[in-house]
């Protein structure tokens, strides 16, 4: 019975230590980090998200952008630091639930080196071509691919990456035969879009948007379920009757290595969902597309699980490697 009051005492004393860990947290510079290069795709994100958490932590967030191997270069960085709360991740898709199917080896182990914290965001993919291409729709894009096999060609930002997979997935549903013509990234692919150098591609929302407005590139449909609040005339791919049931986004997740104790999680998370309902935030980033989330961890643990097995069945049903 003494024992069992012992290690009840002990229980309830590194409770109270964890939360006032928590609660005096940070006390030190934070380090967030983006695997991606400066100046798009997940690095305005985090730079605007870690300026309101640095208002909020009073201490600097320092975004450090360390690039390569379609970002599992930052998150096996993030993935070996100390378990402190000190080094965050904001990833994007590839290196928490992609490469882990298509690379031969990597690093780290996104299920088991890194905590889940939060969603950060999502934001839809919008398939796209030049205006000069005689299609309009998802619809007459797929007619015109069956009367004409192995003759349309698609841009992605590389082999494996979510616009890659999307593609992947259009040709899965509807039974079309595009030709793949990756990328080293998402800005060359879209300028030989805008060229028309290439037929068609998938581009993140934001930044296909400006494009679609001025008429530089057509819209053929978003990859989310329903239309966008930014883009609300671009039907979803999942309207057009081949394409029924698609669905595939993009979106930036928070994590932390794994080890590091929940209350510094939960407190995390907490900020970062306060800061994602900010007024100012919130509008900056539905302007762009994106939509903010700042979900609890379970719930992103979960969301993280289903889209591992989504990405990981379209992978092995292709057979995508590196």
Same mark, same amino acid.
């Given at each position: 019975?003494?024992?069992?009051?012992?290690?009840?005492?002990?229980?309830?004393?590194?409770?109270?230590?964890? #939360? /006032?860990?928590?609660?005096?947290?940070?006390?030190?510079?934070? $380090?967030?980090?983006?695997?991606?290069?400066?100046?798009?795709?997940?690095?305005?994100?985090?730079?605007?998200?870690?300026? $309101?958490?640095?208002?909020?932590?009073?201490?600097?967030?320092?975004?450090?952008?360390?690039?390569?191997?379609?970002?599992?270069?930052?998150?096996?960085?993030?993935?070996?630091?100390?378990?402190?709360?000190?080094?965050?991740?904001? #990833?994007?898709?590839?290196?928490?639930?992609?490469?882990?199917?298509?690379?031969?080896?990597?690093?780290?182990?996104?299920?088991?080196?890194?905590?889940?914290?939060?969603?950060?965001?999502?934001?839809?993919?919008?398939?796209?071509?030049?205006?000069?291409?005689?299609?309009?729709?998802?619809?007459?894009?797929?007619?015109?691919?069956?009367?004409?096999?192995?003759?349309?060609?698609?841009?992605?930002?590389?082999?494996?990456?979510?616009?890659?997979?999307?593609?992947?997935?259009?040709?899965?549903?509807?039974?079309?035969?595009?030709?793949?013509?990756?990328?080293?990234?998402?800005?060359?692919?879209?300028?030989?879009?805008?060229?028309?150098?290439?037929?068609?591609?998938?581009?993140?929302?934001?930044?296909?948007?400006?494009?679609?407005?001025?008429?530089?590139?057509?819209?053929?449909?978003?990859?989310?379920?329903?239309?966008?609040?930014?883009?609300? $005339?671009?039907?979803?791919?999942?309207?057009?009757?081949?394409?029924?049931?698609?669905?595939?986004?993009?979106?930036?997740?928070?994590?932390?290595?794994?080890?590091?104790?929940?209350?510094?999680?939960?407190?995390?998370?907490?900020?970062?969902?306060? /800061?994602?309902?900010?007024?100012?935030?919130?509008?900056?980033?539905?302007?762009?597309?994106?939509?903010?989330?700042?979900?609890?961890?379970?719930?992103?643990?979960?969301?993280?699980? #289903?889209?591992?097995?989504?990405?990981?069945?379209?992978? $092995?049903?292709?057979?995508?490697?590196?």
């Amino acid at each position: 019975m003494k024992v069992l009051k012992l290690l009840a005492a002990c229980v309830i004393v590194l409770s109270s230590v964890a #939360s /006032v860990s928590a609660q005096s947290w940070p006390d030190k510079p934070v $380090k967030l980090v983006v695997p991606y290069s400066a100046g798009g795709g997940v690095d305005p994100v985090a730079r605007l998200i870690g300026q $309101k958490l640095a208002e909020r932590w009073k201490q600097p967030v320092i975004v450090e952008n360390k690039t390569g191997a379609s970002g599992a270069i930052g998150a096996s960085y993030v993935a070996h630091s100390a378990p402190d709360g000190l080094t965050i991740l904001m #990833s994007a898709t590839a290196e928490v639930a992609i490469n882990q199917f298509i690379m031969p080896k990597m690093s780290y182990n996104p299920e088991t080196d890194l905590k889940p914290v939060t969603l950060a965001v999502r934001l839809p993919f919008v398939l796209v071509t030049n205006p000069q291409h005689p299609y309009s729709t998802a619809a007459e894009l797929i007619s015109y691919a069956k009367k004409n096999p192995d003759h349309v060609t698609y841009a992605s930002s590389g082999p494996g990456t979510p616009q890659h997979l999307a593609a992947v997935l259009v040709e899965q549903l509807s039974g079309v035969k595009l030709i793949h013509v990756p990328y080293k990234g998402v800005a060359p692919s879209v300028a030989d879009l805008l060229a028309g150098h290439v037929d068609v591609g998938f581009a993140g929302l934001p930044t296909a948007l400006p494009y679609i407005q001025n008429g530089a590139l057509k819209a053929l449909g978003v990859s989310s379920r329903t239309a966008s609040p930014a883009a609300p $005339k671009i039907a979803p791919l999942a309207a057009t009757p081949s394409l029924d049931g698609f669905e595939l986004i993009q979106w930036f997740g928070v994590f932390v290595p794994a080890g590091t104790p929940d209350a510094l999680v939960q407190r995390i998370q907490k900020d970062i969902s306060d /800061v994602l309902q900010m007024s100012d935030v919130k509008q900056s980033l539905e302007n762009q597309g994106l939509q903010p989330s700042g979900m609890p961890t379970a719930e992103f643990a979960a969301f993280l699980k #289903s889209e591992r097995k989504r990405f990981a069945s379209i992978v $092995k049903s292709a057979n995508i490697h590196q």
